[in-house]
Structure formats: structure tokens, C-alpha cells
């Protein structure tokens, strides 16, 4: 059984969340451990990833939106010394969070290339293909996105098969790319309902009312959920059951986590 991985970080600042998160893992007796030496809690971003022939791959994790607050900004090298995690450097700058891979395809956003602005575009989807030994493909980010991850946006389920928020309603320029990967990739797709929800007490982009961003284990979904007015819970876990009808779905409030841009996925990373 994979180990999971969470910053040292978690327990100490949100410690409801981690209250539930570890009540769902324990439950299901999955093995997972905290990571040594992390700035921030999202360490799918600045941690390695796994690519197509499962050898570790890391990133530079030099992301423009930390620009202004480096002191935020993990340095991989040093988390990897200290949990003793081997992986091969790429010379790229991209976050994890912004990769969903399987088997001889990947999927990321564009915003891959303007965190890349000394590379020309050929040249990164060259070493891309190398570190991640698969063919990427690509959709547009959203502008106003912060990050520009792909996880919070679509993620795949299997070969052929990809989960992507609901296209009704979201902006015309997203809808045409992502109609143009799957016309290019000939792959299927459910649609996962989303909702905008806006804390009055809380000026940051908010993740509540995104569920795509959701965590597959061994035999278990950790599975968003936001209880608040006008969500979409139930509809959500319809679907989510439908996509893994052999796993247990587990719904989890970490909305103290979404408040702050990320959930589930985000805040976790598995070797």
C-alpha cells in the first residue's frame, strides 16, 4: 500500500482538519507520514513527481505567484535531505500540482510555459516528455487562477477517462480548450458540478465549491464536501461514486483548508 504524505505543517495550523483527515486514514489503515522541513502545507506543488516509468521526478519550485512572499516558498532539495527522498532534478519550474499523468499521456495547463519565460515553448514540451516520459497535452489556464493548476480544474481517472468541472457556466475560452484536448486525445469525460462561493470574511480566492480536487487511495476517496449554502454536495458524490463504484467514497470538510485556495489534492503527495 502507498504511503501518503502531509506537511509537519498541517497538524500545527489547521488541526481540525487534520483531525478528520487522520480519522479517514486510520480508519482504512493507511500508512502515511509528515514531512519534515516544509514552509507551507501544500506540498503537492514543491515535491517530486512520479512519472510515467514511477521514477521521481523534481521540479524547480520557483512559482511568480510567491514572488512576494519567498519565505513561503519550500526549497525541495532540502525536504528531500531531510525525509530521505531520492529523485532526479529536472531544470523546469512547475509545480505538482499542475501535472495529472498516466501511463504515455499528461495533462497540464499553459501556465507551465509562462513560469518558463527563458525556454521557448518547443523546448519545453521537449523536456517534458523527457522527465515525465510520457507526451503532454495541454489546456488553457485560467488567468485569473492564481496558480493555474490542473488539479483543481480536471483530473484523470484512467486511460481514456477524465473528470472535469462542469463546462456549463465556466468561461468560453476554457470550455473551446478543453473541447480541443479531447477532440486531439479521443478521450471520454464525466462532468463534476461546481459553485462559486465567497467568505465574507475572507478576501482570498477561495477552493470551496471546487470537488475535482479530490484524493485516491488504495480503496478510498477523500472527497470534498463544503456544507454551506448553495452547494452541490450530494450531486457531487453521486458522481463520484458513479466514476469509482468499487471504492469507498469518504466526504470530508476541510473548508478552513479551501479557504485559504486548495484542498484535498493539494495538501498531500504520495511516493
Known amino acids: 500500500m502507498e504511503?501518503?504524505?502531509?506537511?509537519?505543517?498541517?497538524?500545527?495550523?489547521?488541526?481540525n482538519s487534520w483531525k478528520e483527515i487522520k480519522k479517514v486514514l486510520e480508519k482504512h489503515q493507511q500508512p502515511y507520514s509528515l514531512l519534515k522541513g516544509t514552509k507551507d502545507i501544500w506540498?503537492?506543488?514543491?515535491?517530486p513527481v512520479k512519472n510515467?516509468?514511477?521514477?521521481?521526478?523534481?521540479?524547480?519550485?520557483?512559482?511568480?505567484?510567491?514572488?512576494?512572499?519567498?519565505?513561503?516558498q519550500s526549497s525541495p532539495s532540502s525536504i528531500l535531505k531531510q525525509?530521505?527522498?531520492?529523485?532526479?532534478?529536472?531544470?523546469?519550474?512547475l509545480?505538482?500540482?499542475?501535472?495529472?499523468?498516466?501511463?504515455?499521456t499528461a495533462i497540464l495547463t499553459e501556465r507551465v510555459f509562462k513560469e518558463n519565460p527563458s525556454l521557448e515553448k518547443k523546448e519545453i514540451i521537449h523536456q517534458l516528455s523527457n522527465?515525465?516520459?510520457c507526451t503532454p497535452y495541454f489546456v488553457k489556464d485560467i488567468t485569473t487562477d492564481m496558480t493555474g493548476h490542473i488539479d483543481g480544474y480536471l483530473r484523470i481517472i484512467k486511460e481514456g477517462l477524465v473528470v472535469v468541472n462542469q463546462l456549463d457556466g465556466d468561461l468560453v475560452y476554457i470550455q473551446k480548450s478543453f473541447k480541443r484536448l479531447i477532440k486531439k486525445i479521443k478521450w471520454e469525460y464525466f462532468e463534476m458540478p461546481w459553485f462559486d462561493y465567497k467568505a465574507k470574511d475572507n478576501p482570498i480566492e477561495s477552493a470551496i465549491g471546487v470537488y475535482?480536487?479530490?484524493?485516491?487511495?488504495?480503496?478510498?476517496?477523500?472527497f470534498p464536501i463544503f456544507e454551506v449554502e448553495g452547494n452541490k454536495d450530494q450531486e457531487a458524490l453521486?458522481?463520484?461514486?458513479?466514476?469509482y463504484p468499487n471504492k469507498i467514497i469518504e466526504p470530508i470538510n476541510i473548508n478552513e483548508i479551501a479557504k485559504l485556495g486548495g484542498l484535498i489534492n493539494c495538501i498531500s503527495w504520495c511516493d
Open 95 to 104: 509545480d505538482g500540482g499542475n501535472v495529472e499523468l498516466i501511463n504515455t
Open 212 to 222: 475535482v480536487n479530490f484524493l485516491v487511495l488504495n480503496n478510498f476517496v477523500l
Open 52 to 72: 510515467a516509468n514511477r521514477a521521481l521526478v523534481q521540479f524547480k519550485y520557483e512559482p511568480s505567484y510567491l514572488l512576494k512572499d519567498l519565505h513561503l
Open 238 to 243: 453521486n458522481i463520484i461514486q458513479k466514476i
Open 83 to 93: 525525509n530521505h527522498i531520492n529523485a532526479k532534478n529536472s531544470i523546469l519550474n
Open 43 to 47: 506540498c503537492r506543488d514543491y515535491m
Open 131 to 133: 522527465d515525465l516520459a
Open 3 to 15: 504511503r501518503i504524505y502531509f506537511s509537519e505543517l498541517l497538524p500545527i495550523n489547521h488541526p
